[in-house]
């Protein structure tokens, strides 16, 4: 089998097939959604995701993925997923999909030598997205983590001071810049 000539030939089909995978993950109405709305404007989920899985799926095929174009079309995808609904393995485990889907493609001949290698190849490519998604997904819920945290802090802040139980005292440094204009 010439698997290069097959993967050119079928590249936009098998990534096709992810992205429905994808897709799949999300509540029925937004699934509609996502497949029958092509404005990116109006559906920029399902643009995103779409042109993610795309630059992913690319990646994902090579002899040596390139960490740099790979953080480029995860980082969109995880934080989307690291704000919605998902648990933390939910949200990656959308990755683990091309496995399976490249697998099934290329049952028919998995005893060539040259399929196998790259079955093998495209394992551990997965496995290398699992745990950069997994980098990525902590940073994002670490960032939304403190957002939260400050916010409430700067609520407190308001309703203390509201309350007369707390008091800006004014920075004496802003005081001394005022004089000198």
Same mark, same amino acid.
């Given at each position: 089998?010439?698997?290069?000539?097959?993967l050119? /030939?079928?590249?936009?089909?098998?990534?096709?097939?992810w992205?429905?995978a994808? =897709? /799949? !993950?999300?509540? %029925?109405d937004s699934?509609?959604f996502f497949?029958?709305?092509?404005?990116?404007?109006? $559906?920029p &989920?399902? $643009? !995103?995701? %779409?042109?993610?899985?795309?630059l992913?799926?690319?990646e &994902?095929?090579?002899?040596?993925?390139?960490?740099?174009?790979?953080?480029?079309?995860?980082?969109?995808?995880?934080?989307?997923?690291? &704000?919605?609904e998902? !648990?933390?393995?939910?949200?990656?485990?959308?990755i683990?999909?091309?496995?399976h +889907?490249?697998?099934?493609a290329?049952?028919?001949?998995? !005893?060539d030598?040259e399929v196998a290698?790259?079955? /093998?190849?495209?394992?551990?490519?997965?496995?290398?997205l699992? +745990?950069?998604?997994?980098?990525i997904?902590?940073?994002?819920r670490e960032?939304?983590?403190?957002?939260r =945290?400050?916010?409430?802090?700067?609520?407190?802040?308001k309703l203390? =001071?509201? %309350?007369d139980l707390?008091?800006e =005292?004014?920075?004496?440094?802003?005081?001394?810049?005022?004089?000198?204009e």
């Open positions: 089998m010439e698997l290069q000539k097959y050119t /030939e079928n590249r936009r089909k098998l990534a096709d097939k992205v429905a994808v =897709i /799949e !993950t999300y509540p %029925k699934v509609k497949l029958n709305t092509k404005d990116p404007f109006a $559906n &989920v399902g $643009n !995103t995701i %779409k042109r993610s899985i795309d992913l799926f690319a &994902v095929i090579k002899q040596k993925m390139d960490p740099a174009a790979v953080n480029e079309a995860m980082d969109p995808i995880i934080r989307l997923r690291a &704000v919605q998902f !648990t933390p393995s939910r949200a990656i485990a959308f683990l999909t091309v496995k +889907l490249l697998s099934d290329l049952k028919k001949h998995r !005893t030598k290698l790259f079955l /093998e190849n495209v394992a551990a490519n997965t496995d290398e699992i +745990l950069i998604a997994f980098d997904y902590g940073k994002c960032k939304i983590y403190l957002l =945290i400050n916010q409430s802090k700067e609520s407190l802040k203390l =001071i509201k %309350k707390l008091c =005292i004014p920075d004496p440094n802003s005081q001394i810049s005022e004089l000198k």
